[in-house]
């Protein structure tokens, strides 16, 4: 069965990092795109980034863009989000994600809070 279970969450401080961890299983992590989502309260989920199965190609959502980097460790079956430079608006529940036979894949979330 598919698994995603993301980690790395926290309370951090705006200009603050942290990066998240998203660890797969059940599937060939290798041959997957996979992305991260983010929902804030009250807010629909927003697709932040996406990478395809090596460390090509990436997009980022503008909200990010610079701020925020997707990789992937194929060996390890993990995937990360190196956030930098956080706002308070980027307070929200992350999640990762992938596609699979016409299915959505998700973890159920870390919850990042940027607050003074």
């Known amino acids: 069965q598919v698994q995603l279970v993301e980690s790395g969450g926290g309370l951090v401080q705006p200009g603050g990092s942290l990066r998240l961890s998203c660890a797969a299983s059940?599937?060939?992590?290798?041959?997957?795109?996979m992305s991260w989502y983010r929902q804030a309260p009250g807010k629909e989920r927003e697709l932040l980034s996406q990478?395809?199965?090596?460390?090509?190609?990436?997009y980022y959502a503008d909200s990010v863009k610079g701020r925020f980097t997707i990789s992937r460790d194929n060996a390890k079956n993990t995937l990360y989000l190196q956030m930098n430079s956080l706002k308070p608006e980027d307070t929200a529940v992350y999640y990762c994600?992938?596609?699979?036979?016409?299915?959505?894949?998700w973890g159920k979330g870390t919850l990042v809070t940027v607050s003074s």
């Open positions: 994600n992938t596609r699979r036979g016409g299915m959505d894949y």
């Open positions: 059940g599937f060939s992590f290798s041959s997957y795109v």
């Open positions: 990478i395809t199965t090596t460390n090509g190609y990436t």
